[in-house]
């Protein structure tokens, strides 16, 4: 069966940092993109950051030179190291792998999600 777990959030002051990570099970993250979205309360759910095949990193605006995203292939896991946290970024957390060589900020490219983290910034 297909999987991916994330874990790594919780309650965090502003300024703090978390480190999310993406467990795969039943498939191999090498053949596969893999996208950090999230979803706060009555928004939609966005792109926040994305990892080619190959290694390649985008971000949205909203989290550029605070997040990154890397990836253990070894460990068949990704991670989104977040900090310098602000309220703002208070949202369920959730990764999705595409297979294809590019990511994509777009939700509707993803094939499989995992269930989501809470992450929640807030003194």
């Known amino acids: 069966q297909l999987q991916l777990v994330e874990s790594g959030g919780g309650l965090v002051q502003p300024g703090g940092s978390l480190r999310l990570s993406c467990a795969a099970s039943?498939?191999?993250?090498?053949?596969?993109?893999i996208g950090w979205f999230r979803q706060a309360p009555g928004k939609e759910r966005e792109g926040v950051s994305c990892?080619?095949?190959?290694?390649?990193?985008n971000y949205a605006d909203s989290v550029k030179g605070r997040f990154t995203i890397s990836r253990d292939n070894a460990k068949n896991t990704v991670y989104l190291q977040m900090n310098s946290l602000k309220p703002e970024d208070t949202a369920v957390y959730y990764c999705?792998?595409?297979?294809?060589?590019?990511?994509?900020?777009?939700?509707?490219?993803?094939?499989?999600w995992g269930q989501g983290t809470q992450v929640t910034v807030s003194s």
């Open positions: 990892i080619s095949r190959g290694g390649s990193t």
């Open positions: 039943g498939f191999t993250l090498d053949y596969y993109a």
């Open positions: 999705a792998a595409e297979r294809a060589y590019g990511c994509s900020g777009d939700v509707r490219e993803y094939n499989y």
